[in-house]
């Protein structure tokens, strides 16, 4: 059974800062990438960054150069560094760990974050 305790969401004004963390516990093995996705009412769930196994890190073009994912491979540990926050950053923040099985890939997800961000 794995598991995901995030932390570190809250309301910040235009232009401020949070930083989120995901720990992952439990039988953890063949990791393939930790992310986080957000997701606001009515749309779906989106990748806002990953950083995968070998280190590389991939975000979605509206958070580039705002945003920051780091990960402590040796805790399982992920965070998010939001930087320069907009109104449109307001959402559920979910952490992801993604892990190789025989059949493709298996995702984990934590219980989410609200980041809300005040014009």
């Known amino acids: 059974q794995v598991q995901l305790e995030e932390s570190g969401g809250g309301s910040v004004e235009a232009g401020g800062s949070l930083r989120l963390s995901c720990a992952a516990s439990g039988s953890i093995s063949n990791v393939n990438s930790m992310g986080w996705f957000r997701q606001v009412p009515g749309k779906r769930r989106e990748l806002v960054a990953v950083?995968?196994?070998?280190?590389?890190?991939n975000y979605i073009d509206r958070v580039k150069g705002r945003f920051t994912i780091t990960g402590d491979n040796a805790k399982n540990t992920v965070y998010l560094q939001m930087n320069s926050l907009k109104p449109e950053d307001t959402a559920v923040y979910y952490c992801n760990l993604r892990t190789y099985v025989s059949s493709g890939y298996r995702n984990y997800w934590g219980q989410g974050t609200q980041v809300t961000v005040s014009s």
């Open positions: 950083i995968i196994s070998g280190g590389s890190t």
